[in-house]
Nanobody
Framework: QVQLVESGGGSVQAGGSLILSCVASGYILNSGCTGWFRQAPGKERDWVAT???????NYGDSVKGRFTASQDNAKNTLYLQMNSLKPEDTAMYYC?????????????WGQGTQVTVSS
């Protein structure tokens, strides 16, 4: 059974930083693309970042330059370093794994971790 378990969410003031972690079990993250999505209340789910097997990363325009996605294959863990946080970054953040196009239709999802940014 595949499980992705996020942690590290919380409340922070604008301009602050947070690091999210996602530990995988039952699936080797380096087997395919991994990434992060987020969803704010009343809004559509928003793609945040993708890490490809070769280590290349891609980011959504709203987080580019502020967020950094990384992966520790020895620990089978995914990370999202979030800097210069803004109130509009407030959302539930989900780690994802296993997608053919590395942008959508990810097969595995975590349960989410809440990030709240106050102004």
């Amino acid at each position: 059974q595949v499980q992705l378990v996020e942690s590290g969410g919380g409340s922070v003031q604008a301009g602050g930083s947070l690091i999210l972690s996602c530990v995988a079990s039952g699936y080797i993250l380096n087997s395919g693309c991994t990434g992060w999505f987020r969803q704010a209340p009343g809004k559509e789910r928003d793609w945040v970042a993708t890490i490809r097997r070769d280590g290349r990363t891609n980011y959504g325009d709203s987080v580019k330059g502020r967020f950094t996605a990384s992966q520790d294959n020895a620990k089978n863990t995914l990370y999202l370093q979030m800097n210069s946080l803004k109130p509009e970054d407030t959302a539930m953040y989900y780690c994802v794994a296993d997608s053919i196009d590395c942008y959508s239709n990810f097969h595995y999802w975590g349960q989410g971790t809440q990030v709240t940014v106050s102004s």
